[in-house]
């Protein structure tokens, strides 16, 4: 009964897909300097970067434009790779950017870009970038929106915080009317969605082979003077963290 009333509820708001409320705010910009920081080039230059969710490629294409010496741009959805690598020979880094679903070749750097909250198992991943490190290796990560944000549920967040209102079924009722790909749950839907939370990111990081080098819930503009410890959860723009190996890998 009440599945049944929140969609239709979803279905008069949204009849359609809706048209994404975060706007393209990366548009003729840089994504992984805007979040990870003007140093990161830096900090980068002539290392070997693994980009793990690297989506279309374009961050792990600037990353190569801008001085790293090789970059493996790593997803599970080989569409994108497939995009990704016209990307790369468009802007002539072909020769050291290169795509694929899986890569055992160890990298002085990973950087993890809007993926940490797409994951469908977060603690492995954690797992895998770990061992995927040169002794002394580092990972930057920057992602959100995060579950609790106004537009966390992205799709499902047909108004700011609609995916904490409505129940998973309807939304997922809701979205099989636009989408047929047969997902069941959130993190069934394309690219996933595990729900993610800083609390949660820190408990996965805490059990893994990382240590915190440094961890920054970023607030959201309008919301900065709400933000503190209490209110991080709903208030924070996106995280991003630098973590290093408890225990370096041997050589
Ligand atoms: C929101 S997209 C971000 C893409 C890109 N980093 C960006 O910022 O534009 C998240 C990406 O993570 C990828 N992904 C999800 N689970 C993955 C996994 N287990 N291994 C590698 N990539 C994964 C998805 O396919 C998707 O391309």
Redesign the pocket.
């Given at each position: 009964m009440l599945e049944q009333a929140q969609y239709r509820i979803l279905r008069r708001i949204s009849p359609q897909e809706p048209r994404s409320l975060s706007g393209d705010v990366y548009k003729g910009r840089i994504?992984v300097k805007v979040l990870l920081g003007d140093a990161l080039f830096d900090e980068l230059r002539e290392k070997v970067v693994i980009?793990?969710?690297?989506?279309?490629g374009?961050?792990a294409v600037a990353l190569a434009k801008n001085g790293a010496l090789r970059v493996m741009g790593?997803?599970?959805?080989e569409s994108?790779l497939e995009r990704a690598r016209l990307k790369a020979r468009r802007r002539g880094v072909e020769e050291i950017c290169h795509f694929c679903t899986y890569t055992d070749e160890k990298a002085d750097a990973i950087v993890?870009?809007?993926?940490f909250e797409?994951?469908?198992?977060p603690a492995s991943?954690l797992l895998t970038m770990a061992s995927l490190l040169k002794p002394r290796g580092s990972l930057y990560a920057s992602f959100g929106p995060i579950w609790y944000h106004p537009l966390g549920g992205h799709l499902f967040s047909v108004f700011p915080w609609a995916h904490l209102l409505f129940s998973e079924k309807a939304l997922i009722r809701w979205r099989s009317d636009i989408r047929s790909d047969g997902a069941t749950r959130f993190g069934e839907v394309e690219?996933?969605l595990n729900q993610m939370t800083i609390a949660r990111f820190e408990k996965l990081v805490k059990r893994s082979p990382f240590v915190v080098d440094s961890l920054e819930a970023v607030p959201i503009r309008r919301l900065r003077l709400l933000h503190n410890r209490f209110t991080r959860e709903f208030t924070t723009s996106i995280v991003r963290c630098k973590l290093t190996l408890a225990h370096p890998n041997p050589a």
């Amino acid at each position: 009964m009440l599945e049944q009333a929140q969609y239709r509820i979803l279905r008069r708001i949204s009849p359609q897909e809706p048209r994404s409320l975060s706007g393209d705010v990366y548009k003729g910009r840089i994504k992984v300097k805007v979040l990870l920081g003007d140093a990161l080039f830096d900090e980068l230059r002539e290392k070997v970067v693994i980009d793990l969710g690297c989506g279309e490629g374009d961050d792990a294409v600037a990353l190569a434009k801008n001085g790293a010496l090789r970059v493996m741009g790593i997803d599970i959805r080989e569409s994108l790779l497939e995009r990704a690598r016209l990307k790369a020979r468009r802007r002539g880094v072909e020769e050291i950017c290169h795509f694929c679903t899986y890569t055992d070749e160890k990298a002085d750097a990973i950087v993890s870009i809007d993926a940490f909250e797409h994951f469908s198992d977060p603690a492995s991943i954690l797992l895998t970038m770990a061992s995927l490190l040169k002794p002394r290796g580092s990972l930057y990560a920057s992602f959100g929106p995060i579950w609790y944000h106004p537009l966390g549920g992205h799709l499902f967040s047909v108004f700011p915080w609609a995916h904490l209102l409505f129940s998973e079924k309807a939304l997922i009722r809701w979205r099989s009317d636009i989408r047929s790909d047969g997902a069941t749950r959130f993190g069934e839907v394309e690219g996933g969605l595990n729900q993610m939370t800083i609390a949660r990111f820190e408990k996965l990081v805490k059990r893994s082979p990382f240590v915190v080098d440094s961890l920054e819930a970023v607030p959201i503009r309008r919301l900065r003077l709400l933000h503190n410890r209490f209110t991080r959860e709903f208030t924070t723009s996106i995280v991003r963290c630098k973590l290093t190996l408890a225990h370096p890998n041997p050589a």
